[in-house]
C-alpha cells in the first residue's frame, strides 16, 4: 500500500514578512485539542537558525499561525543553532514536546511540557549526546513512560518513572542491510498509534541513495520492546518536485501521524522546504503493519 497526497498538499508555506521562517517551514507535530488542529512547526530564517512555530486550523488544512515563534533557542551554547523537530504527546492531562536542541556539541534530545501548546518550559534532556527523533508513547506501560529515540543508526526504546531519569535502553529496530531502502538509519516518526492489535509505529529510513521513505511496524501493547510485525516494503518515498528539489533534497520526513476519523493524517516536510499532509484508510495501514511482508 501506498499513502496518497492530499490534493490541497502543500499546506503550509515559508512566509517571507517574518525573517524566522522566511526561508523554510517543514517537519511539525499535530495534535487534536478541542474540536481543533495544533501544529508545531520547525522553520528557519534568513540565517538558518531553527524555531517552533504555532499554528491553528478547523479542519487540519487550512491553517493560521502566529506572528511569533513559541519556542526559540534559549539554552545558550546548547541550542543557539536552532530547536528542531518538534513531537507532541498529549499525556496524564499536560502537552510534552520532544524537541532537538542543536548546538556546539552538535545536536541532543530535549523534552518540554505544556498545558496550552503555546508555553513551553523544558523538563531536561532525555541525554546529552548525539540522538534525536525521540517520542513518547501517549501512555504509561507498566507503569512508566516510554520513549523511542534514535542513537545511531537503530531506533532505541527506553523507560522513566519521572521523565528525567531514563533507564534500560535498547535498541528495538535496526536498519536492514538487505533491504535497500531502509538499510543504513532508521528513526521514529510522530506519536504511536494505540490500536487492538499492537502499537503502530511510523518510521522513516534510508539507504546508499540518502533517499528518506517511510513505513511502519507494529509493537506489542503490554511489551514494545517485541516487534510483532515489520513489513519490508515503504509506503511512501519523495516523486512530487517540491518533495525532491529542496534546501535538503529527496526528502519526505514526518512527526505527525494522527488518525482523523477513519483515516490516517500524515504530516510532513518535503525537502525541509514545506509541510505536505499525505492520507490513508486507517484500517488499510494497520492491516499493511499487521500482515505485510
Known sequence: MQLVRHPQSPLLYPNPLHRWEALNVFNCAVVQHNGLFHMLYRAQGVDFVSH???AVSADGLNWNRLEHPVLSPHRG?????????????????????????YGANDYY?????????????????????????????PEKIGGQYVILHRRPAHIWIGFSKDLINWHDHQILMSPREDNDW???????????????????LFYHGYGPEHIYRHSVALLDLEDPTKVINRPRAFIMEPYETWEIKGDVPNVVFSCANLVV??????YYGGADRMVGLATAPFADVLDFARTGR
Not at 530535549?110 to 513518547?136: C, F, Q, Y
Request: hydrophobic share 30%; no cysteine; glycine share 10%.
Open 77 to 101: 551554547r546548547e541550542d543557539y543553532r536552532g530547536v528542531e523537530d518538534p513531537r507532541v504527546t498529549p499525556l496524564d492531562g499536560q502537552f510534552y514536546m520532544t524537541y532537538t536542541a
Open 182 to 200: 531502509d538499510s543504513k538509519s532508521i528513526g521514529s516518526n510522530g506519536v504511536p498509534i494505540k490500536t487492538e492489535h499492537g502499537w503502530l
Open 52 to 54: 517552533i512555530g504555532y
Open 109 to 137: 534530545p530535549m523534552i518540554a511540557r505544556s498545558e496550552n501548546l503555546i508555553t513551553w518550559e523544558d523538563i531536561g534532556p532525555l541525554e546529552k549526546d548525539r540522538n534525536k527523533d525521540h517520542v513518547l508513547f
Open 261 to 266: 476519523g477513519d483515516q490516517i493524517y500524515f
